[in-house]
């Protein structure tokens, strides 16, 4: 089958690179014409795992070009996808201009009826838009369906090759017939494809995010109760996630969901919600606490050294906003950087694959060191907001050789209070007790 794919992000490059892994003829369309150059000889512009193999191996077989002339990208090919970024607006409302601007492009440019997927997560009722528009005046009978995707970053390849299940929305049986045949080397047994309207197809994609976002504000709010009643979410974790109908999956605590997605779509959620007169009560407060929970390591390091924190200096491990990304967008990280500067503190970071996005944001106001344990050197503390591997196992003896205080603030949960208690160290984390409390002057 010949694909076209409009968008390069994480969502088109992975969609157009897996589906030309699976035998199609894949052409990607882009208007940032630097991306595009960049693809062509195989650089990926994201780091995301298992990725650039891909993209070389399918480079090299023919299989997939990229391109920023969507007339060219779109010629013989009869399913369009439009993978373009969908981000918050001003109200809060997704901001869809980059969706309208690429719906009036292929209509004003196909030479054929096409069938123009939306893979980009909209409101509820914009692939009705989409079809109105692509059709309003046009040579060609065009299509619509929607196709929401729900792969996570970090894991981009994989959720894309082996997914829980596909939705599509829909108005003809030929239609879906055509998207279930493009996904069946995807599909397995009890992974199923799902046929329904566009609007249940977009709604689907809304709610899974925004039941996974309300699942992580869950967890954090009872873990800062446990943390006031001298309770350890831990503990609590395992007696809950055991119950089958409860699990473990997006109940760990941490400093706030980040990330291009649960921020933006549960505000869009509440937007909607909004037009239609409803309050959203619950979404708002999902959106309050984890705004909050960013807040927390911050609060934490006051705890000990005071508001005040000129001459202080702390070290930073992991921006990014989840591990195994580059991806700082909407990072806690971010917001943790901004109090401390605020507060004179000088601030020494790590990330192993985000250093150069945060420093496109701070430039010399941080130090940005390679190795995690350089960044300790002479810190006050240590401040651990993403979970890479590599900071789950450190060198504790080395860690407080290098510290000057030998204090540790974690996002993550990572370390063991037992350890920390007969290392010395002293160790604050998420619900859970702190560890050799004493502040230090
Ligand atoms: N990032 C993620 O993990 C996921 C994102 N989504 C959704 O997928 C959509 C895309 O997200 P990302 O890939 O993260 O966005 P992104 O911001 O990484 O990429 C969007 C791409 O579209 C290109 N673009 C913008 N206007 C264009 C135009 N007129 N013609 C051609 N290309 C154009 C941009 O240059 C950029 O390369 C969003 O709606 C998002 O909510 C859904 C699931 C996962
Ligand atoms: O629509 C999207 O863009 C995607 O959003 C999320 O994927 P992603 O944002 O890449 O990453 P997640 O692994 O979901 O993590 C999101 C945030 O939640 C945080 N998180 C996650 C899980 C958890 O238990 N606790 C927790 O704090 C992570 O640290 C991260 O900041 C969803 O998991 C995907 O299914 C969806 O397709």
């Known amino acids: 089958m010949r694909i076209t794919v409009i968008g390069t992000g994480y969502v088109g490059l992975v969609t157009g690179t897996c589906f030309a892994e699976s035998g199609n003829d894949v052409i990607c369309v882009d208007i940032d014409a630097e991306k595009v150059a960049r693809l062509r000889e195989g650089i990926s512009p994201i780091y995301e795992p298992g990725l650039s193999e891909l993209l070389v191996r399918n480079i090299k077989e023919g299989r997939l070009q990229f391109t920023t002339d969507l007339t060219e990208g779109m010629t013989d090919s009869a399913l369009v996808f439009i993978a ?104 397995r047994t009890n992974h199923p494809f799902l046929s329904m309207t566009p609007e249940s197809s977009e709604m689907t994609k809304y709610v899974a995010n925004c039941m996974l976002a309300t699942k992580i504000s869950f967890i954090n709010e009872m873990a800062n109760l446990c943390e006031a009643l001298q309770a350890d979410i831990n503990d609590v974790r395992m007696g809950i996630g055991h119950d089958r109908r409860i699990g473990f ?119 940005y060191c390679d190795r995690a344990y350089g960044t300790l050197e002479g810190a006050d503390a240590l401040a651990i907001v993403t979970e890479w591997n590599e900071f789950r196992n450190p060198n504790f003896d080395v860690m407080k050789a290098l510290l000057e205080r030998p204090v540790i603030v974690d996002g993550r949960n990572l370390y063991e209070l037992d350890q920390m208690r007969e290392l010395g160290f002293t160790y604050h984390s998420i619900g859970r007790a702190t560890v050799n409390p004493e502040g230090v002057s």
């Open 84 to 187: 373009v970024g969908t981000p918050q607006g001003d109200d809060g409302a997704a901001n869809l201009n980059a969706l309208w601007a690429v719906t009036d492009q292929i209509r004003e440019t196909a030479t054929e009826p096409k069938i123009v997927v939306v893979k980009s997560t909209v409101p509820v009722g914009t692939n009705a838009k989409v079809l109105a528009r692509l059709n309003k005046e046009s040579k060609h009978v065009h299509r619509a369906a929607s196709n929401p995707e729900f792969l996570k970053e970090g894991y981009a390849i994989e959720d894309f090759m082996k997914p829980d299940r596909v939705v599509v929305g829909v108005r003809e049986p030929e239609v879906a017939k055509v998207l279930e045949e493009l996904h069946r080397p995807f599909l």
């Open 249 to 367: 999956q997006f109940l760990h605590p941490g400093v706030g969901y980040g990330g291009s997605c649960f921020p933006k779509d549960v505000r869009a959620m509440i937007a909607l919600a909004e037009q239609k007169g409803l309050p959203a009560q619950m979404l708002r407060g999902v959106d309050q606490i984890n705004e909050d929970q960013k807040h927390v390591l911050f609060h934490k390091l006051t705890e000990i050294f005071g508001k005040e924190m000129s001459g202080r200096t702390i070290a930073i491990w992991g921006l990014a906003f989840k591990p195994r990304t580059d991806d700082i967008r909407e990072a806690p990280s971010l917001v943790l950087i901004d109090h401390l500067l605020k507060a004179g503190a000088k601030v020494r970071v790590h990330d192993p694959e985000a250093r150069e996005n945060v420093k496109e944001i701070y430039g010399s106001r941080l130090t």
